[in-house]
C-alpha cells in the first residue's frame, strides 16, 4: 500500500491561486504539480466554501 502524501497549506494556496487567478484549468494545473485532479478539485471545493468557524 502507498503511503499518504502531503502537501504544506503554502502548496495548496499556490495550487488554487495557479487556477483561480491565472485561469489555468484545474487539470492542466494538477499534471504541472504532479498531483491528481481530484485532489486540487477537493482543494478547490473547499477553498470556495463559507467557514463556520
Same mark, same amino acid.
Given at each position: 500500500?502507498?503511503? !499518504? !502524501? ?8 499556490? =495550487?488554487?491561486? %495557479?487556477?483561480?487567478? !491565472? $485561469? *489555468?484549468? !484545474?487539470e +492542466?494545473? =494538477?499534471?504541472? %504539480? %504532479?498531483?491528481?485532479?481530484? +485532489?486540487l $478539485?477537493?482543494?478547490?471545493? =473547499? =477553498? +470556495? *466554501?463559507?467557514?463556520?468557524?
Amino acid at each position: 500500500m502507498a503511503k !499518504q !502524501q502531503r502537501y504544506t497549506s503554502k502548496f495548496r494556496a499556490e =495550487a488554487i491561486k %495557479l487556477v483561480s487567478e !491565472q $485561469g *489555468l484549468s !484545474q487539470e +492542466t494545473t =494538477a499534471k504541472r %504539480l %504532479l498531483i491528481p485532479k481530484g +485532489t486540487l $478539485g477537493n482543494w478547490m471545493a =473547499a =477553498a +470556495t *466554501l463559507p467557514s463556520i468557524y
